[in-house]
T-cell receptor, first 114, second 112 residues
Framework: DTAVSQTPKYLVTQMGNDKSIKCEQN?????MYWYKQDSKKFLKIMFS???????INETVPNRFSPKSPDKAHLNLHINSLELGDSAVYFC?????????????FGQGTRLTVV | DQQVKQNSPSLSVQEGRISILNCDYTNSMFDYFLWYKKYPAEGPTFLISISSIKDKNEDGRFTVFLNKSAKHLSLHIVPSQPGDSAVYFC???????????FGTGTSLTVIP
């Protein structure tokens, strides 16, 4: 069983479209994240949810909207896609502040905007 | 502002030799540090971690060293194997515990 799964793995879409990326974790973790890995390979935090509550919202265009229907799911919806949104998006989960803390990552979604 | 830095974007090592990957950080609030390994087209996977109360943690071929005064940590892989070829990210968590901060990664190539 995959611990953190995100779909789709690849997404090619035209500028101006709206798309969603789904993420689910079966680890029972309270905290979930979205990271963006850009062309410079930097893993940058976008959002973090703890028990369905938004706790981190970095400087991200408001075209990006996370939605957490329950603590096992954190979906990312992107409106009016732009060329610069092309990147690999990683979902992750963790159980923070319980000693040996680590984040588990999904396989990534490679988004290409054309 | 990049609070976790990996200044070497790439490293090549002969099989059997030691690989040393370095990481520097600027935030004194970081108290837990991790190394992740990433293969192409996969998500990062956890490798090894260290708490700020320690200066060394070892797991098989992998050892992480922490120098708090220098705000520096390193990952040693001995002996290096071709399967270790991947991108390695270091990460840090502040004692407030609200997120992971990642470095920019070092691409390790182990030459057979």
């Amino acid at each position: 069983d995959t611990a953190v799964s995100q779909t789709p793995k690849y997404l090619v879409t035209q500028m101006g479209n709206d798309k969603s990326i789904k993420c689910e974790q079966n680890l029972g973790h309270d905290t979930m994240y979205w990271y963006k890995q850009d062309s410079k390979k930097f893993l940058k935090i976008m959002f973090s949810y703890n028990n369905k509550e938004l706790i981190i919202n970095e400087t991200v265009p408001n075209r990006f909207s996370p939605k957490s229907p329950d603590k096992a799911h954190l979906n990312l919806h992107i409106n009016s896609l732009e060329l610069g949104d092309s990147a690999v998006y990683f979902c992750a989960s963790s159980q923070l502040r319980q000693g040996n803390t680590e984040a588990f990552f999904g396989q990534g979604t490679r988004l290409t905007v054309v | 502002d990049q609070q976790v830095k990996q200044n070497s974007p790439s490293l090549s090592v002969q099989e059997g030799r030691i690989s040393i990957l370095n990481c520097d950080y600027t935030n004194s609030m970081f108290d837990y540090f991790l190394w992740y390994k990433k293969y192409p087209a996969e998500g990062p996977t956890f490798l090894i971690s260290i708490s700020s109360i320690k200066d060394k943690n070892e797991d098989g071929r992998f050892t992480v060293f922490l120098n708090k005064s220098a705000k520096h940590l390193s990952l040693h892989i001995v002996p290096s194997q071709p399967g270790d070829s991947a991108v390695y990210f270091c990460a840090a968590i502040p004692y407030t515990g609200n997120q992971f901060y990642f470095g920019t990664g070092t691409s390790l190539t182990v030459i057979p």
